[in-house]
């Protein structure tokens, strides 16, 4: 984020953090990363609750909804648009693993322009790829979006291509469970489908959006153990993430989806 | 390491680091923990070797050993005796997990008070528990000692006891790998045994340091899978660590180890 126009730690507008910060030291925290849209942090309620979670999750005491609030109207009133980061670090602690008992977190926020995608890509979708990196498994970090993203930077350094928007993960045990920065859905004789998160992978807001909005209109929604056959056999294929919302997967490989009825249906799930 | 007394960033005494440094956004980097010793950066060309190597294994362009070189003589006019830690990461990138093509790394060298540790814990030996974290399999960052040191900081996390001084670390198939800070020998017949560090683990420079002294005076030494019965079984257990050197173990539940003829063996490899 060389082009970051605005940087608040602590609340405070500043570019730096401390060298000895545990999130730098270890990548002990996590982040979020949510649209800034017409003025607005879209999903801001979904995006609060799940950095409240991942906090939990380590062990972390996440900042109070007020400091967020405070912070996001700063970014807001920088630009209409953008992209904003959230970061909750375990701070500055003495030396080790150990997470200090008295540790103060950090809070960071942060505002980047969006990135620009061509209006047509929801009609032509996108083209895929399968990345060699499997993901490993540690269940006590899946789900979580903490700052221990190596695995990541080294699928998304797998390709050069421009003309490749995303790569596909595979677990250890061969389930695909989502893409280097998105999640996955398929829909298969009537069934929306999405990976099972508790081995490896994100669960996004996104994600979490699309099977509670899916459920609310009776369309079945199963979380399960999915397969790259099961991809190459879904009637379609999505992306989803806070940025890019929904992207419809056309290409993988020789595989070609062509639109279908159920592209509409996925798109009203995520902006509805 | 809030008690740390002088940092470089890129050669430049400086406390601060970039937000958007890739080292703080993904755990884009890789470090070394060495034992500065009556002036001396304790071995010095197997740390800067290791440093090279697992910044060849993320594809970060390693500073040149003049650098590092020039860090630490400033380092070392600060104290004697202390923890030298250096860092590389990706440095400041653009938005998302991909490897800026252009990225400039970033150079970290920091020195902080050698902890103290009671002189008498030779002869005692040390008390280690088994954590209940287990280790994910991930080949592709197996052995590298980088910035994604989550796991480590819950398996940590999991005791307060200051009488435990390590926690032993499992695999997901059951071996064990290492110590939370450390690397694992044991004694068994004759032979040198020490965990494979293929699937996760970090391989350290002490390790190292100890398969060559003891290939070197003869002692058979095997990398192989061990399981927790196999430490229980063993006639000996040390761990090793660049700043701890080598440490008996004296007790895990209730198994208890004497001091051993091979202690002083031990000793010698990484001393000598």
Redesign the interface.
Known sequence: ????TF?L?DGEP???????????????GV?RTIRLEAGRAVWWPDHLAKLAADCAR??LACPAPELWAADLQRLCAQAQNG?IKL?V??G????????PQAARPSR?A?L?PL?EWPASLWQTGVTVRLCE?RL???P??AGVK????????????EWDDPGIHEGLLLS?EGHVISG??SNLFLYRAGELLTPRLDD?GVAGVARGRVLQAAIARGVTVREQDLTLDDVLAAEAVWLTNSLIRVWRVARLGDRVWPQTGMDSVMREFVHG
Chains 1, 2 share one sequence.
């Open positions: 984020m060389t082009d970051a940087i730690v500043r570019e730096m953090i401390a060298v000895l910060d545990r999130g730098l030291m270890y990548g002990d982040f380590l062990g992209v970061m670090t375990r500055v602690g003495s030396r080790g693993y150990r997470p960071i942060l980047a990135p990196l490993g498994r540690q006590r970090l903490h700052l221990n993203r190596l695995e990541n930077v080294l699928a998304r350094a250890e280097v920065s490896c």
